[in-house]
Nanobody
Framework: QVQLVESGGGLVQAGGSLRLSCAASGRTFSSYVMAWFRQAPGKEREFVAAISIQGWITSYADSVKGRFTISRDNAKNTVYLQMNSLKPEDTAVYYC????????????????WGQGTQVTVSS
C-alpha cells in the first residue's frame, strides 16, 4: 500500500499560481501511476492530470491543458501539480491518487487517495 499526503493549497487571486505537492510513503513510489483529481462544492470529483511511472507520459483534462503541469520526483517520492493562470472555476479540493498499471482518468480506477488540499481562487 501507499499513503498519500497533499500540501500546497491555499487562497490565490485569479491569474495567480500555486504548486501542489503529494508526498507518498513507502519504497515503491516509482511503481505507481500518479494522478490529481479535484472536487468543487456540489460537484462530482473530476480528473485533472496523471503521470506515468517514469514521468514520460502525461494526461490532462481539457479544462486545465496549457495551464497545469504534473510532474514527479521518484527520488523524493513526490508528485507535483503546478497550476498557473488560475481561474475561479479551479476552486476545489484537490486530491492525489495512485494506482499500478497504466494511466487512467476515472476515479474508480485509483485505489489509493490522499485527504485533499483546498484551493480557492478569488475573482
Amino acid at each position: 500500500q501507499v499513503q498519500l499526503v497533499e500540501s500546497g493549497g491555499g487562497l490565490v487571486q485569479a491569474g495567480g499560481s500555486l504548486r501542489l505537492s503529494c508526498a507518498a510513503s513507502g519504497r515503491t513510489f516509482s511503481s505507481y501511476v500518479m494522478a490529481w483529481f479535484r472536487q468543487a462544492p456540489g460537484k462530482e470529483r473530476e480528473f485533472v492530470a496523471a503521470i506515468s511511472i517514469q514521468g514520460w507520459i502525461t494526461s490532462y483534462a481539457d479544462s486545465v491543458k496549457g495551464r497545469f503541469t504534473i510532474s514527479r520526483d521518484n527520488a523524493k517520492n513526490t508528485v507535483y501539480l503546478q497550476m498557473n493562470s488560475l481561474k475561479p472555476e479551479d476552486t476545489a479540493v484537490y486530491y492525489c491518487a495512485a494506482r499500478h498499471l497504466g494511466i487512467a482518468t476515472r476515479e474508480g480506477e485509483y485505489p489509493y487517495w490522499g485527504q485533499g488540499t483546498q484551493v480557492t481562487v478569488s475573482s
